[in-house]
Each structure stands twice: as C-alpha cells, then as structure tokens.
C-alpha cells in the first residue's frame, strides 16, 4: 500500500510508521504507559471492556485515546503493523504494536506492548497507518 501510494507528486513519501516512531507518538515526552495516561482505563479507548460486544468502530470513537502529540486510536481497535529499524527485508516475521478491540489482558493496550507475526499473517484485528514523510529537504 504505501509503495504504491508513496510514488505520487505531492512530495510526500509514504511509509508504516517505524517502531521508534509509533512508540514516541504515544508517549510523548513523558513516561506514560498507555496514550492517555499512567494507568489502565479500558472505557478510554476502544476495548472489549469499553462496550457491551466487542467491535470495531470507526476512527475517533473515543477522542480520549489521544495521544500528547494529537495522534488518535493508538490504544484498542487495531494492532497495528510497524517497520523494526535493523530487520531484515527478507524476515519471515514482522512487528505489530498495541492490542486490538478483541484483547484481554491490560498489558496488550500498552504503548510499548507488541508482539512478532509472520509477515504474511492475516487478522480482521491487525491493520496499519500511514506516515507521511516531506520528500527532500524542508
């Protein structure tokens, strides 16, 4: 997907966010464990434990899951595929950051919690985000 819309004219180069990234846009610049705080609130982000069945839902259902830098949906809804700085293009395996509306354990919606897949895996709860990147000098 971002090889094939990361080729247009708008001098931008699009990109799966790397780990170090994803991770820093949660966080912040402070030590917080999850995108809105220190500790667990699962109604604050999309979860199982925010609504009776568990679902997915569309972006910006839970305006508190944001994070200090403006970045939304971090915590619940999908796990999310990240490029791991120093992996190997040819790895079998791939990183994906954060639980997913399906997950129970409270350490899955951390903002450090991730977990490695193999790459061609396929889950209604994986999915990806697009980094944009100015193309050439600023």
Known sequence: ???AHGRDKSGFEASLPRAIEWIRSGK??????????????PKLMKSRFARP???LEP????????????VFDLAGSLSEWCDVAGQAEESPRRMIYSGS???TEEEAFGIQS??????DSREPTIGFRVVLKRKGPR
């Open 53 to 55: 069945t568990a679902a």
């Open 59 to 70: 972006a910006f259902s839970f305006p508190t899951d944001e994070s200090p830098y403006g």
């Open 1 to 3: 997907y971002c090889e």
């Open 28 to 41: 912040g610049g402070d030590s917080r464990t999850f995108t809105y705080g220190k500790s667990f609130e």
């Open 114 to 119: 991730h977990r490695s897949l193999p790459i």
């Open 101 to 103: 509306y399906t997950d």
